[in-house]
């Protein structure tokens, strides 16, 4: 896989994106959306990539819709508006979807569909200068766009949702790891090697433990009540524990030793 506008490095079963439009504080073009898109959905058949790394190339992870791109335009009229509205908007619903965890690694500047691909992550890291914000409402826009408004309340409630959606202010480092948010704030220098230590965890579990994991815990999110969740929860276990690596697992356990896993 080859982009323009993404610079993939592969190690093993990790998956490095980085959003590579510097000089635009990498900002969403018309071309950069189409390219994540094509990796996403080829994503979606890859059995060997378990954890996706989503990072910004220069001072910033990702500053938002390039305005001065005229890709979503819509000059069309309402249709073709919403055609390139859902280009976009669609991205958090792709990667809430797929099987892979999404480590997003959040320096500088996340603002709007930048905030967005940082909030549709499973996990965020922060490096100090980072300042994210739903920056919609400030261009003559709704604040409520591109899935944030479903995603940021169920990280930090409402009431915060409703401060950072209503003024478009930003929420910077520290204080998003204050409201959980962002899992870890480093320096900027170390937002690798943090990723790595927490990579590094998410290596020890089972391939299908960790899939069953991420799809049961966003289910769980919009099921209705606890009999809906602790059903899909017994499903899970009861398919896991048919596996090999189940079995393998609780081998090493009893051996005290670090377990080798084939998802099988």
């Known amino acids: 896989m080859t982009y323009e506008t993404l610079e993939l490095r592969r190690e093993g079963a990790v998956l490095w994106c980085t959003l590579n439009r510097p000089n ?7 071309k950069l959306v ?21 990072r910004g190339a ?19 009229g309402v249709s073709e508006s919403l055609r390139g509205q859902r ?4 991205i958090a619903i792709l990667m809430r979807r797929l099987p892979q965890v999404f480590v997003a690694c959040v320096h ?6 930048g905030l967005m691909l940082a909030l549709a992550s499973d996990l965020r890291l922060a490096g100090e200068s980072a300042r994210m914000n739903a920056a919609f409402i400030k261009l003559g826009l709704s604040g409520c766009d591109v899935g944030v408004s479903y995603l940021l309340p169920r990280l930090v409630g409402a009431s915060v949702a409703s401060e950072l959606i209503l003024t478009g202010r930003f929420l910077h480092a520290e204080r998003a790891r204050e409201l959980g948010l962002v899992a870890a704030v480093v320096p900027d220098a170390g937002l690798e090697a943090e990723a790595r230590s927490w ?25 209705g009540s606890l009999e809906a969740v602790v059903a899909m929860e017994d499903r899970n276990q009861v398919l896991c524990a048919q596996s090999r690596d189940f079995r ?10 670090d377990p080798t896993f084939e998802d099988r």
């Open 24 to 30: 635009a504080l990498n900002a969403l073009s018309a």
């Open 34 to 54: 189409g390219e994540y898109r094509d990796l996403l959905a080829k994503l979606a058949s890859d059995r060997e990539t378990r954890i996706v790394v989503l």
């Open 58 to 76: 220069g001072r910033a992870f990702c500053a938002g819709l390039d305005l001065k791109d005229g890709g979503f335009a819509g000059e069309g």
């Open 87 to 90: 280009r976009i908007s669609e």
């Open 108 to 113: 500088g500047a996340a603002c709007g569909g």
């Open 199 to 223: 990579i590094a965890d998410l290596l020890r579990t089972t391939p299908l433990g960790l899939r069953l994991s991420k799809e049961c815990l966003n289910a769980s999110l919009d099921m």
């Open 248 to 257: 393998e697992g609780v081998r090493a356990f009893l051996e005290k030793r």
